[in-house]
């Protein structure tokens, strides 16, 4: 059975600070990772995208891929009040749609 | 660029009134499309997904539906709804030819069984 674990939080950070949510999953032939954000009432969008080891920047957001320790992350710097949601990640095992396996996602409270 | 829409935004329905909820997208071809539920508090749980026109997979087993009627519509219905139907219903997308694509969803409807 496929499975993504996350921390369910809530994850405090004061504001200005890194706020670092992990991922594992189980399917060692898993090919493609996404970190989503859904905030409170609304629907999860799409924030990062990661297909291979190491890792790979937007903006205030880098995400970090270990397949061998199939391990997944997200780090947010300079955490702002507009961050707090709940981060879910998600992993597509061998690339077909009906393998994506969301996580039940971290919330992440950041503090003023 | 591509669009995915869903309807009603949010719903109020006794126990065992029928359901139909749809959700079209637009700007692509040939999508995969998928019914998550979100019950208050939890995580995504897959209802049913699509890779075409009339084939439906369902992932768990109950008293809702599914149909895909055209190539970029994706109805969810149920003949009965019970009090456990309630929650957040995302409709999503994702491209049919990568496999290796991000899903996409729609705004979601919020349906309350009274």
């Known amino acids: 059975q496929k499975e993504v674990e996350q921390n369910s939080g809530p994850l405090s950070v004061p504001e200005g600070a890194i706020a670092s949510l992990n991922c594992t999953y189980s399917d060692r032939g898993s090919q493609s990772f996404f970190w989503y954000r859904q905030y409170s009432g609304k629907s999860p969008e799409l924030i990062m995208s990661i297909y291979s080891n190491g890792d790979k920047e937007d903006g205030r957001f880098t995400a970090q891929l270990n397949k061998a320790s199939q391990y997944v992350s997200l780090l947010i710097r300079d955490s702002q009040p507009s961050d707090s949601a709940t981060y879910l990640c998600?992993?597509?095992?061998?690339?077909?749609?009906?393998?994506?396996?969301f996580g039940p996602g971290t919330r992440l409270s950041v503090l003023p | 660029s591509q669009t995915i829409h869903q309807w009603p935004a949010t719903l109020v329905q006794p126990v065992g009134s029928p359901l139909s909820l749809e959700c079209t997208v637009e700007?692509?071809?040939?999508?995969?499309l998928y019914w998550y539920r979100q019950a208050a508090g939890r995580g995504l749980q897959l209802l049913f997904y699509s890779v075409g026109i009339g084939q439906i997979s369902s992932e768990v087993p109950q008293n809702l539906s599914a149909s895909r009627p055209q190539d970029r519509q994706f109805i969810l219905s149920s003949k009965k709804l019970l009090l456990s139907d309630s929650g957040f219903y995302l409709c999503?997308?994702?491209?049919?030819?990568?496999?290796?694509?991000?899903?996409?969803f729609g705004d979601g409807t919020r349906l309350s069984i009274l």
């Open positions: 998600a992993v597509n095992a061998r690339n077909y749609g009906q393998n994506f396996v």
């Open positions: 999503a997308w994702s491209p049919g030819v990568r496999g290796d694509q991000p899903q996409h």
């Open positions: 700007g692509t071809s040939n999508p995969n």
